[in-house]
């Protein structure tokens, strides 16, 4: 049985994901961002014809271009149809902890999901229209990297911005810290914790990593794969220590991108650590009431035991981080 080594919790949970302990130490320091504004067709033009930096021996996959995809704005060719279906959720392979327990029937109807996790590029574009700061890229750079230090609340209201943009119905109802979501709305969402997991899972498959495979290998996964961090399930390969542009790897069966590493996806479900013992069958949204949102996938920084797709992981929605990401969600109309 695999060991989940966990850090003390200053958060109100007994424990913590591990993520490599030097990284604390080597942040780099956040320094102001100089942005020029520069017209979409021109920014397009320019992304397009640039290739994704290889990020491990293989060459990057190719991800679908967009027309307004420089501009910030999502479409349909973003997002894959995942059809629903009935899997096992949770440990499926006895590696983790009590709270990925017991392993349980789960149905979903259809819904979409983004084919990558919200990219710099389309998060910067919701910050300069709508006033916000832009969040720290850490130094790493911004571009098709995966937009970083956003919070649960930045989130949903990016979800909420979106399908304004595209004349959808909004799901979410915000007022302050206080989010309620309409399920039958027509627009962007975050995924709950059961329909991440079964997309991670190819359609709910008995698979332990995202991209489909049982071993985690650092040169098609974005996570610490040092040999200081080596598992019975890992191999060992390059600690990158920080993100990597989206789609730089092969997808799963589903035609998603890194469901495994790179950064931890929000989800819409308040965490709660026995909830599994006492979950819907049917198209399951999580407790109700809760303190912190639930956090999947695991990141760069984290070891392999922690970026399995049972994995789970919740945190304060309040908090951004330099690991903390998140992928869109529709719901599928007749799914």
């Not at 479409?75 to 009590?98: A, C, N, Q, Y």
């Not at 008995?206 to 098609?220: H, M």
């Not at 965490?271 to 996938?297: H, I, M, W």
Request: aromatic share 12%; glycine share 10%.
């Amino acid at each position: 049985m695999g060991v989940v080594t966990m850090l003390p919790s200053t958060q109100g949970s007994s424990c913590f994901p591990r993520r490599a302990l030097h990284l604390r130490k080597i942040r780099p320091l956040m320094k102001t961002p100089v942005y020029i504004l520069v017209p979409c067709a021109a920014l397009f033009f320019l992304l397009s014809s640039t290739a994704l930096p290889t990020a491990g021996p293989q060459a990057p996959y190719p991800l679908r271009a967009d027309k307004d995809f420089a501009c910030g704005i999502a479409v349909e060719d973003s997002l894959i149809l995942v059809r629903g279906g009935t899997f096992e959720m949770g440990d499926m392979l006895d590696d983790g902890d009590d709270w990925e327990r017991p392993v349980h029937p789960v149905t979903l109807g259809d819904f979409y999901l983004g084919r990558t996790e919200v990219t710099f590029i389309e998060y910067d574009a919701f910050c300069v229209a709508t006033g916000r700061a832009k969040p720290s890229d850490a130094g790493w750079g911004r571009g098709k990297r995966p937009a970083i230090n956003v919070s649960w609340h930045d989130a949903v209201a990016y979800c909420n911005w979106l399908s304004e943009r595209q004349g959808l119905t909004t799901v979410y109802t915000i007022n302050e810290t206080s989010v309620t979501a309409d399920w039958a709305a027509d627009g962007y969402r975050l995924p709950t914790e059961a329909e991440w997991e079964y997309a991670a899972r190819s359609g709910g498959k008995r698979v332990r990593f995202g991209n489909g495979k049982d071993v985690a290998d650092p040169s098609e996964i974005n996570f610490a794969g040092s040999a200081a961090y080596k598992s019975n399930y890992s191999r060992v390969g390059v600690f990158r220590e920080k993100t990597i542009p989206v789609g730089s790897f092969r997808p799963n069966d589903l035609g998603l991108h890194d469901m495994t590493g790179n950064v931890w996806e929000w989800c819409w479900d308040w965490f709660g650590e026995n909830y599994y013992a006492k979950s819907e069958q049917d198209n399951p949204t999580g407790p109700s009431l809760g303190y912190r949102r639930v956090l999947r996938g695991g990141s760069w920084g984290n070891p392999p035991d922690n970026v399995r797709v049972a994995y789970r992981n919740g945190r304060d929605p309040s908090t951004g981080d330099f690991d903390y990401g998140f992928r869109l969600a529709r719901a599928a109309r007749g799914g």
